[in-house]
C-alpha cells in the first residue's frame, strides 16, 4: 500500500512505468487492455525519438506498425538533421519527451526520417503524399490509419507563440473524445477551453457527438 501511493495509485488495477533506476515513473491512464498496455509500454521504453533507417521506405515500415485509437505517432521529416537543420531536430525531441509526459493515456511513438530530394517532394504538397508544405517538418498520426491530423513547418513561427510541443499537444489530443476522471489532464493540458456535454454512456449519442465535431472544427 506504502508503494501505490507512492507511485499515485489509488485503486487497482493500475499499470506504472517505473524509469531511471525509480526516480521516474508514469502512471497510465488509458484503457485497460492487453494492446493498449503493451504499445503504452513499448513506446516508453528507449530514446524519445527513434531513427528511421531507409527514406520513405523506413516511414512506410514505420506507418505500418500497430496503432490503437488515441496511440500517437509524431514523425520529424528532415534533409541534415545533424546539419544545418540541428535545431529543428531538437525542437522535435522536446515535442516527443512532452507528448510523452502529457499523453500517460495513451503510446506515443516518434521517430525522424532523412529524405532524398525526390523523397522530399514526395511528401510535400507538390507530390503524392501532401503531407507538408516543407521540410524540417514534423507530422502527427492519431489512431490507426493513412490520413494525418496534422503537419507543422518547423522552421516556421507559429500563431500565438506556440512551441512545436504544444502544437503537438493538442493536436494529438483529438477533436471530440469521450472525458474522463483519468484522461482529464490530458485536455487540460491543452491550454485550449473545452465545451464539455454530459450524456448518459448507455444511450446513442452520435446526434451530440456529431453536432460537437461540427463545433470543434469550426472554431479550433
Known amino acids: 500500500k506504502a508503494l501505490a501511493r507512492r507511485l499515485g495509485v489509488d485503486r487497482p488495477p493500475a499499470l506504472v512505468l517505473v524509469t531511471d533506476g525509480g526516480k521516474r515513473h508514469v502512471l497510465y491512464t488509458g484503457p485497460h487492455t492487453a494492446g493498449a498496455m503493451r504499445r503504452f509500454a513499448e513506446s516508453r521504453v528507449g530514446p524519445p525519438v527513434r531513427v528511421v533507417q531507409g527514406g520513405l521506405a523506413g516511414v512506410d515500415a514505420l506507418l505500418a506498425e500497430e496503432r490503437g485509437p488515441g496511440d500517437v505517432l509524431l514523425l520529424g521529416l528532415f534533409r541534415d538533421p545533424a546539419g544545418d537543420e540541428e535545431d529543428e531536430a531538437e525542437d522535435l525531441e522536446d515535442a516527443a519527451r512532452q507528448l510523452r509526459e502529457r499523453r500517460p493515456d495513451a503510446a506515443v511513438v516518434a521517430a525522424r526520417a532523412t529524405l532524398g530530394a525526390e523523397e522530399r517532394r514526395e511528401v510535400s504538397l507538390f507530390g503524392a503524399r501532401r503531407w507538408v508544405e516543407g521540410t524540417p517538418a514534423m507530422v502527427l498520426w492519431v489512431g490507426p490509419g493513412e490520413e ?26 483529438g477533436v471530440v473524445a469521450w472525458l474522463t476522471e483519468e484522461n482529464f489532464q490530458t485536455f487540460a493540458a491543452t491550454g485550449l477551453p473545452m465545451l464539455i456535454v454530459f450524456v448518459d454512456p448507455a444511450s446513442d449519442s452520435s446526434l451530440q457527438r456529431r453536432a460537437l465535431e461540427e463545433a470543434a472544427a469550426a472554431h479550433r
Open 148 to 173: 494525418p491530423a496534422g503537419a507543422l513547418r518547423l522552421d516556421a513561427s507559429l500563431e500565438g507563440g506556440l512551441s512545436p510541443a504544444d502544437w503537438a499537444s493538442r493536436h494529438s489530443a
